[in-house]
């Protein structure tokens, strides 16, 4: 089969690689339907995050079971399934406290698992899935092609998106700031929207991204950055900030941003992988009783309550994808995300 593989610093690569096999017992085989890059693969692809050697990558899909192991007793043959970005068996103590990042027998795609098998890349053509009753969500019907991009949204960026505005705590009501407008930051603002959010600000520097955060239940939108930034948002929340910032970046910038804009008494929820030294300033947020809480988002316990809404047309969260390509073009897919000529890009192999 064709799959993604990286070199190297922007060296990506379509190859043939062997078919996957069913092996332990519990796992399937799914052929996937739509795939997608990551703002999260760009750090490996940028060399921020060094290769050492070639790696399959990806680690968002969706697609069609074609065969299951003699243990798998939920998924069956023919089923559409979301797959988060991760592995995990949804019966360990980790996975039933909510937080299946943390799952005591998963891991993650394009490595070995834990179980004696190979857990493919997302961008491919066919994936390995191991703890395929836990890891996997079948979809009640097989989706519509318009449905699709939605669907895919769950695998991570709407659920991480979600797992921002759940850490800060947005309710009915909350004021809320979005630092950061990828994917993830988007469909932060339209978690925060669905939450209840009274006002939402996107900070964002593109008119493509600002179109869609104003879809997606922004009400605002600020440009600036850095002290600029921080007074343009205490300026519009009574001179001391929003009550929920939602930092969905990664940057140690980012979420000094994040920290600044919020009230005193407020929470941050950050979600964007930390990278470049990010430090949190404790006495800081000791003075001024700020919150930080979040992490790697565990989506796959959201899926199940998000799903609903994007098969009925409540949250729309595809629109994030303004480009698709075919599998074969996944080098354009990441330098068109690279150079930001894209927002998100969805695979079709």
């Not at 052929?31 to 050492?52: E, K």
Request: glycine share 12%; net charge negative; charged share 20%.
């Amino acid at each position: 089969m064709r799959a993604t593989v990286l070199y190297g610093e922007r060296d990506i690569r379509l190859d043939e690689v062997p078919d996957p096999q069913l092996s332990t017992g519990g796992d399937a085989i799914v052929r996937v339907v739509a795939a997608c890059v990551c703002g999260s693969d760009l750090w490996p692809y940028r060399g921020v995050v060094p290769t050492d050697s070639p790696k399959r990558i990806g680690h968002e899909f969706i697609g069609v079971v074609d065969r299951v192991g003699p243990n798998v007793t939920k998924i069956k043959p023919g089923d559409f399934v979301i797959a988060p970005f991760y592995d995990c068996d949804m019966t360990c103590a980790n996975c039933l406290n909510g937080v299946s990042t943390s799952c005591l027998h998963g891991g993650w795609w394009g490595a070995d698992d834990r179980v004696g098998g190979f857990a493919d890349g997302g961008q491919g053509e066919w994936v390995r899935v191991p703890h395929a009753d836990g890891t996997l969500v079948a979809v009640p019907a097989q989706p519509t092609p318009e449905q699709l991009p939605g669907l895919l949204t769950l695998a991570d960026v709407m659920g991480t998106g979600h797992h921002a505005a759940v850490s800060a705590g947005v309710t009915s009501g909350s004021t809320v700031v979005v630092v950061g407008d990828g994917a993830v930051g988007l469909c932060a603002v339209l978690a925060a929207k669905r939450l209840g959010a009274s006002r939402i600000v996107a900070m964002s520097r593109h008119a493509d991204r600002q179109a869609i955060a104003r879809e997606f239940g922004a009400t605002d939108i600020v440009e600036a950055r850095g002290d600029e930034g921080v007074a343009a948002i205490k300026a519009m929340f009574d001179g001391i900030g929003a009550d929920c910032v939602l930092e969905c970046v990664g940057t140690k910038e980012s979420m000094d941003q994040a920290i600044r804009s919020t009230r005193p008494g407020g929470m941050v929820g950050y979600v964007g992988a930390p990278n470049g030294g990010v430090e949190l300033p404790v006495r800081r947020l000791f003075n001024t009783n700020v919150g930080v809480y979040g992490g790697v988002a565990p989506v796959r316990n959201y899926i199940e309550e998000l799903l609903p809404e994007v098969l009925d047309g409540t949250i729309n969260p595809g629109l994030v994808f303004d480009l698709q390509l075919p599998l074969a073009d996944v080098a354009e897919a990441y330098a068109a995300m690279d150079e930001r000529r894209a927002t998100k890009v969805l695979l079709t192999p």
